[in-house]
């Protein structure tokens, strides 16, 4: 298939070779071992709602820090060893994790406790995002097209299927197999639609989600259809950011994008590296912040060219968050550090 031959695998997947294998009952398991220097292990986001910064990362690895208190990061046990991939607080004390095996953890106490809601080791698929538009009403979303919704908080899970982002060659194979086998068109439909990397909701109301091979997509219904953006690049695309009324969208080998709301015209942001880029932060001038593979931070002006400002050796950077006393943490492969 043109589809299979084409794709480029997830940053996340690529972080799960640089960790040991994780059993499928790992999943299962009643809580996390608490580790001295788990905290140096690898991190993969970082979220921050009210006074507490959330970190989460491999086998089933939480943080939190609160800035008005202790001041330093602390680990919390949790109900899974699974590799946790994101973060996401709907309000100070209510949030959620996803990460391999379809695993979702939730929180009601600002992190300091978590509860298993969700977990399918049987899949072999991660998911890689999750997003929650009140208290009740959520979307999960992964590899393979991997895609749960929820209306009560997460105490269910329901899994969806959208077809509309299938190539159209896809679309038509999948009906002449629905019609010979069930079977097998089940098994081909799970792995046919391309992987979602990143959701959010934008300042005009809609929901955009980025994925593998230039993959942009918009809802106005809070992703029960979706609509394909014309797009420039077909490299797979991790991360995206609303600053003002621009979109940025980014990925693989150092490529990043912009557009006005209506993404009707896409213009490539020149960088000074081809590390690929997995995320961003708004800064008090005005730009961006970026990190990514090969340790880079680099810096995005308003206007002037883009210039790196740090580079750690060694390490690939995954996630950037601003805490409300305005330290800035960066995650990655090697842990947590602030940039001073």
Do not use: C
């Amino acid at each position: 298939m043109l589809f299979s031959m084409l794709r480029f695998v997830s940053v996340y997947l690529i972080a799960a070779l640089f960790i040991s294998p994780v059993l499928a009952s790992d999943a299962n398991s009643s809580s996390t071992q608490i580790q001295p220097l788990a905290i140096d292990s690898i991190i993969l986001d970082i979220a921050t709602k009210g006074t507490t910064s959330v970190a989460v990362g491999e086998r089933g690895h939480v943080f939190i820090f609160d800035s008005e208190k202790e001041g330093q990061w602390t680990q919390v046990s949790t109900p899974t060893e699974a590799h946790l991939t994101k973060v996401f607080f709907i309000t100070p004390e209510l949030g959620w994790a996803v990460g391999h095996d379809a695993i979702i953890i939730h929180t009601k106490d600002a992190g300091l406790t978590w509860q298993l809601q969700m977990g399918s080791p049987e899949i072999e698929k991660p998911l890689m995002d999750i997003f929650f538009f009140d208290e009740l009403n959520g979307v999960a979303i992964g590899a393979y097209g991997l895609f749960y919704r929820t209306a009560d908080g997460g105490k269910t899970w329901l899994s969806e299927f959208h077809e509309e982002l299938l190539f159209e060659e896809d679309i038509s194979y999948l009906a002449e197999l629905k019609a010979e086998d069930e079977a097998i068109y089940l098994s081909e439909r799970s792995a046919l639609l391309p992987h979602f990397n990143r959701i959010s909701a934008l300042s005009n109301g809609q929901l955009i989600m980025v994925g593998e091979l230039g993959l942009i997509a918009v809802s106005a219904n809070q992703g029960k259809l979706w609509t394909k953006v014309d797009f420039i690049y077909e490299g797979s695309l991790f991360n995206l950011i609303q600053l003002k009324n621009t979109i940025f969208v980014m990925g693989l080998r150092g490529h990043i994008f912009e557009a006005d709301l209506d993404m009707g015209s896409w213009k490539e942001v020149s960088l000074p590296v081809k590390s690929t880029i997995n995320g961003a932060l708004p800064n008090n001038a005005g730009g961006l912040i970026l990190v990514g593979n090969a340790g880079v931070i680099i810096e995005v002006p308003v206007e002037g060219e883009s210039k790196i400002i740090h580079q750690r050796q060694g390490e690939n950077l995954v996630a950037i968050n601003q805490d409300p006393q305005g330290h800035i943490w960066v995650a990655g492969t090697k842990g947590l550090f602030e940039i001073k």
